[in-house]
């Protein structure tokens, strides 16, 4: 399993980005998948995941709703995460995890797959 983000950078607040995973070595489509994100000092946290079970059903953490929004292309094996009105607490490492299906999480612990992060900094 390989999973390579990109597409962070700096912003102002207000502002917006597309994150990008590119997703390889697994059957894409099968696989759960969230953006999971830590700001230093703080611990990981997740931000919105698609759970296989329930025709693909997302789900969002409290603090991103009506904000971001994830998708994935299972013809391209690439996972996107959409960040509109970007806040200076959305600054963060953010990155890309996977893991067999299971059940809807968006717990960091429950994914056993991640990236090497893209950094995220509203300012």
């Known amino acids: 399993v390989q999973l390579v983000e990109s597409g962070g950078g700096s912003v102002l607040p207000g502002g917006s980005l597309r994150l990008s995973c590119a997703a390889s070595g697994f059957t894409f489509s099968s696989y759960d998948m969230n953006w999971v994100r830590q700001a230093p000092g703080k611990e990981r946290e997740g931000v919105a995941a698609?759970?296989?079970?329930?025709?693909?059903?997302?789900y969002y953490a409290d603090s991103v709703k009506g904000r971001f929004t994830i998708s994935q292309d299972n013809a391209k094996n690439m996972l996107y995460l959409q960040m509109n009105i970007l806040k200076p607490e959305d600054t963060a490492m953010y990155y890309c995890?996977?893991?067999?299906?299971?059940?809807?999480?968006?717990?960091?612990?429950?994914?056993?797959?991640w990236g090497q992060g893209t950094q995220v900094t509203v300012s």
């Open positions: 698609i759970y296989t079970g329930d025709a693909r059903t997302v």
């Open positions: 995890a996977a893991r067999r299906p299971w059940y809807p999480s968006l717990a960091p612990a429950d994914y056993n797959y």
